[in-house]
């Protein structure tokens, strides 16, 4: 399974983004889809995640403000941010939890990561 996430970029205060992720290669089903975030000198942290059948979550600090999608048929998941704030400053890192062949439990897969720069 390899994720490739687009969207990433420099944004003012207030200003909105979307990032999107799409999974590709031998994919057997996707179980959760989601984005976390790793600020510089900060751990990674859990930014939004949907489950299979729609369900998302949020992490405290964007609820209101970010809208995470997915497309189950494109496999592709999509995270629009509203009102940035300077502190949403961070790598963003598409993730899934998904199984790559049939029969094998499931694992965590990441994408490359994309930068989220907002200015104030």
């Known amino acids: 399974v390899q994720l490739q996430a687009s969207g990433g970029g420099s944004v003012q205060a207030g200003g909105s983004l979307r990032l999107s992720c799409a999974a590709s290669?031998?994919?057997?089903?996707?179980?959760?889809m989601g984005w976390f975030r790793q600020a510089p000198g900060k751990q990674r942290e859990l930014v939004a995640i949907i489950s299979s059948g729609g369900s998302p979550n949020y992490a405290d600090s964007v609820k209101g403000r970010v809208i995470i999608s997915r497309d189950n048929a494109k496999n592709t998941v999509t995270l629009q941010m509203n009102s940035l704030k300077p502190e949403d400053t961070a790598v963003y890192f598409c993730?899934?939890?998904?199984?790559?062949?049939?029969?094998?439990?499931?694992?965590?897969?990441w994408g490359q990561g994309t930068l989220v720069t907002v200015s104030s």
């Open positions: 993730y899934a939890y998904a199984r790559a062949t049939f029969g094998i439990p499931p694992s965590d897969y």
């Open positions: 290669g031998s994919i057997a089903g996707i179980n959760n």
